[in-house]
């Protein structure tokens, strides 16, 4: 029995192979494919999607780990690295990955393929700053792609941007290289806004280099992360900022947290004043939630306006939101089937605790959002099929193509790819 993080999504493969290197990726495809057998790429269960779900092979690449090689603006690391463990790793070289999303216990292959990023208007997700990558296709054969290969035509085999958000559709992903930039000190703070002002255009989400905003939809109060290059070389928070942003805080700004915490709801403080320390360290969600998720990528104008949406929609159906809606911004992305795709976007993510009755909740969410030019995290819960893909994505056709390149026997096909993208 396979079964993700929070137990939200589980089923039970014939079969799980764990490769340890790219060989042992190639044997696994071709056995399946030999047998007749469809397969699914998994790492470490941290995605909310069915996209890993399958009653016929898993190939676990979780342990397909370690780091290949570093440069001076490049990292290149094995599919199953966590995200947490390459940052480290260059951490130690005084470089760092441009994008920090709040999982670093991701593999680095998982993040790319659904398309997971942080929080910085100007920050491209993992899935940008990919050059290049290695991997096995649906005939067993090992393919590399590059961002320094010609543009993609018809008679090409893949192209970069079919890979970047690839959903496991395209082959087994054994090997990424990913830009780095200089690994720099950071100072984080946090403060209580109102809603309008936080998330409107040219506002606090696009000021900052890192910024995220959690929303009490019930009264629009509103709490603003964000941090940006220390002012010279300020102290670290007493204890190291992992201690820091451990600690339970009771006030911020003075009554604001006070006001808050009373009402599990509503937007928690994670750090007392300002912390100071490697954006890894800091902006990772330290105690994060055990629960199902749904998010949204919205064109960046409308984030304020669906942000207000959602608000009324959830009261008007008397459907409580227990957590506060957290909202990020991103540039446009060039992944053909990434939710950013082309347009400069606002996130905004739901969350519901386990044990939860979710399905209600995130239908409605769906149903405003989409509404508003939104478009599903593929880690996330979402209703959508391949019709809602046509419309949505331009580059679909493309995708398609390069997928009957790659895997024009389906093999790495499933229930929910299916639904997707279609047989």
């Given amino acids: 029995m396979w079964v993700n993080w929070w137990g939200g999504q589980q089923c039970r493969p014939r079969r ?47 342990a ?26 260059l951490a130690q070289r005084g470089r760092a990955l441009a994008t920090v999303p709040h999982a670093p216990g991701a593999t680095i292959a ?30 067993g054969r090992v393919r590399s ?10 008679h090409a085999d893949a192209a970069l941007d079919a890979l970047r958000t690839g959903l496991g559709a395209l082959g087994i992903v054994t090997e990424v290289e990913l830009r780095t930039v200089p690994a720099e000190v950071v100072e984080a703070r946090e403060e209580a806004v109102g809603a309008e002002e936080a998330l409107a255009g040219g506002g606090p989400l696009d000021a900052h280099p890192f910024a995220t905003v959690d929303v009490h939809l ?27 942003l451990g600690r339970a805080v009771t006030r911020l700004g003075h009554t604001a947290s ?49 942000v207000r949406e959602l608000g009324a929609a959830t009261a008007a159906r008397d459907l409580e939101i227990r957590r506060p809606v957290e909202v990020r911004t991103g540039p446009a992305e060039t992944g053909w ?3 950013a795709h082309g347009r400069a976007t606002g996130w905004i993510m739901v969350r519901a605790h386990r044990g939860d009755d979710h399905d209600p909740l995130f239908r409605l969410v769906g149903s405003v959002l989409e509404g508003m030019g939104g ?49």
């Fill in 110 to 139: 998982g993040a790319i393929a659904t398309g997971t990023h942080g929080g910085g208007a100007a920050i491209g997700s993992l899935s940008e700053q990919v050059v290049a990558m290695r991997f096995v296709d649906g005939t």
């Fill in 258 to 306: 006070a006001q808050w915490s009373a009402q599990r709801s509503r937007p928690a403080p994670r750090w007392e004043g300002t912390v100071t320390g490697t954006a890894h360290e800091l902006l990772p969600d330290p105690h994060p939630l055990r629960g199902g998720f749904t998010e949204w990528a919205l064109p960046r104008e409308a984030l304020a306006a669906a």
């Fill in 375 to 423: 478009r599903p995290h593929w880690a996330g819960r979402h209703p959508w099929t391949a019709a809602d893909m046509k419309l949505a994505y331009p580059t679909l056709p493309e995708f398609l193509a390069v997928r009957d390149r790659l895997d024009p026997d389906r093999l790495f096909g499933g229930p929910h790819l299916e639904a997707l993208l279609g047989p």
């Fill in 218 to 244: 019930p009264t629009r109060e509103a709490l603003l992360r964000w941090a940006g290059p220390a002012a010279g070389e300020p102290e670290p928070a007493p204890g190291g900022p992992v201690e820091a």
């Fill in 337 to 339: 089937l990434h939710p």
């Fill in 145 to 154: 792609v590059s961002e320094d290969d010609p543009p993609w035509a018809p």
């Fill in 64 to 89: 397909l780990t370690g780091i290949v090689a570093i440069t001076s603006d490049t990292v290149r690391a094995r599919a199953g690295a966590t995200i947490g463990s390459v940052q480290e790793a």
């Fill in 16 to 62: 799980t192979d764990r490769p340890l290197d790219e060989a042992g990726v190639v044997a696994a495809v071709r056995r399946a494919a030999e047998r007749g057998h469809t397969l699914r790429p998994v790492g470490s269960g941290l995605s909310d999607s069915a996209l890993a779900l399958t009653d016929e092979v898993h190939v676990d690449c979780s």
